[in-house]
C-alpha cells in the first residue's frame, strides 16, 4: 500500500496516459478494478463526439466528465483515478478545472512543466503530480510551487528517455543515445524531493516511468528508491485498452527498427512506429493542414510538419497507413494481447 497525500495505491502501478484516446474510461477503470490507479488522457478525450470538428473544446471537457464517470462504474470504488494533461495545450486551465469538478482523484501533468497548475485547483484535495525528466526540472516547479503557492506536490513522476510519446530530452541526445539514465536521474530527483518532504512534513512518493517493461524492472527501481512505476506501453496491448485492435496488433507486430524518434508540433520529439504515414512526413515535412483544432501552445498551422491531433485519431481509429502510433522503445517486447488483469497479476508476482 502506498500513501499518497490523504489518498491510498493498492499496487505500485500508475498506468500511463496515452492519448488521443488511447487511455480513456475502460482501460483506466480496469486498471483501478485491479487496485492500480488508471489515468485518463485530456489530449482530445472527445475525439468521438458529433460535434468534435467544429466544438472540440466543448466535445473534450465533456468526455473527461464522462469517461470518469464511466471509469469509477467500471472499478467498483478501486483503485485512483488519475488524468494527464499536457501543459502545450491552449486550453489546459478548462482541463484542471473540469478535472476538479469531476471529481478526479489525481492531475499527472507534463509536455512542459507545470509551473502554474496549484492556480487552478484553488483548494480542493486532488492530488498533483508534475512529469518530469531531470531533477533540474522537479526543483523549478517545486520552488515555483513553494514560493508562489505555498503548496508542494502530492507525488512525482520520472519519465526517462526509453518512454513513448513525447520526451523531456534533446532530440540530439536521443539521437546519440547520450541521454541520462534513470537509475541516474532517480537519486537526484529523490534528494530535491525530500527537501519539500521535510518543509511540508508529508512523504512525497516519486514513480518511474520510461522502459519499464516487467515486474523485476518495477522490483530493481523500487529498491533504488521509488515508490513505483508508470507503465504505458504494456497497458496498450491489453484487451480493455481504448484503442482500435489495429492499434494494439501495430505494436504486436512491430520491430525493434521499426521504432524511432520523430518530430511533434509540440517542439518535443516523440517515440512511434515508422509507418507509411511517419515516412511521408520526415521526407516530406511542413504538411498542408486542412483543419486546425487550435489545441497546442506551439504549434502554427503554417510551419508545422502536420498535424498531430489529425495523426493520432486516426492510429486510435485503426487507420495503420494514415496514423501515429505512439509506443515505449520496449514495444517491439510485446508479443500478444492480454487483459489488464493477467498483466497486472504477471507483474506483481514477478515483484516476489
Known amino acids: 500500500m502506498i500513501k499518497i497525500g490523504c489518498k491510498q495505491l493498492e499496487i505500485p502501478i500508475i498506468q500511463g496516459g496515452m492519448g488521443v484516446g488511447v487511455s480513456l474510461s475502460n482501460l483506466a477503470g480496469h486498471v483501478m478494478l485491479e487496485g492500480g490507479m488508471g489515468v485518463i ?25 464522462d469517461h470518469a464517470k464511466k471509469a469509477r462504474e467500471i472499478s467498483q470504488g478501486k483503485g485512483l483515478l488519475g488524468v494527464n494533461i499536457m501543459v502545450a495545450s491552449k486550453d489546459y486551465e478548462h482541463y484542471v478545472r473540469t478535472c476538479v469538478e469531476a471529481g478526479y482523484d489525481a492531475i499527472i501533468s507534463g509536455a512542459g512543466l507545470p509551473l502554474s497548475l496549484p492556480e487552478y485547483v484553488g483548494d480542493s484535495d486532488i492530488l498533483l503530480a508534475p512529469i518530469v525528466s531531470s531533477a533540474k526540472a522537479i526543483q523549478l516547479v517545486l520552488r515555483r510551487w513553494d514560493s508562489h503557492y505555498q503548496r508542494t506536490c502530492d507525488f512525482v513522476v520520472i519519465e526517462g528517455y526509453k518512454a513513448g510519446g513525447h520526451l523531456g530530452f534533446k532530440l540530439k541526445d536521443l539521437q546519440n543515445h547520450t541521454c541520462e539514465e534513470l537509475e541516474d536521474i532517480l537519486p537526484a530527483v529523490l534528494k530535491e524531493v525530500s527537501i519539500y518532504e521535510d518543509k511540508y512534513h508529508k512523504e512525497i512518493p516519486v514513480f518511474v516511468a520510461g522502459g519499464i517493461y516487467t515486474g523485476k524492472d518495477i522490483k530493481r527501481f523500487m529498491r533504488l528508491g521509488a515508490a513505483g512505476v508508470q ?3 504494456r497497458f496498450i496491448a491489453t484487451e480493455e485498452c481504448d484503442a482500435h485492435p489495429i492499434f494494439k496488433e501495430m505494436l504486436v507486430k512491430a520491430k525493434q527498427k521499426d521504432i524511432v524518434i520523430v518530430k511533434s508540433p509540440t517542439g518535443f520529439p516523440g517515440r512511434a512506429v515508422l509507418n507509411d504515414y511517419m515516412k511521408k512526413v520526415m521526407d516530406s515535412p511542413n504538411q498542408k493542414v486542412s483543419h486546425c483544432f487550435g489545441c497546442l501552445k506551439p504549434c502554427n498551422p503554417a510551419d508545422t510538419p502536420y498535424c498531430i491531433s ?3 485519431i486516426e492510429a486510435v481509429q485503426g487507420n495503420e497507413k494514415q496514423g501515429l502510433f505512439f509506443t515505449g522503445e520496449n514495444g517491439a517486447k510485446l508479443d500478444r494481447i492480454m487483459t489488464v488483469h493477467e498483466l497486472i497479476q504477471e507483474l506483481m508476482e514477478e515483484t516476489v
Request: one cysteine or more; proline letters at 6%.
Open 41 to 65: 488522457s485530456a489530449a482530445h478525450p472527445g475525439y468521438n463526439y458529433p460535434d468534435f470538428e467544429s466544438s472540440s473544446r466543448t466535445c473534450n471537457l465533456q468526455a473527461l466528465k
Open 310 to 312: 489529425h495523426a493520432l
Open 231 to 233: 507503465m504505458g506501453t
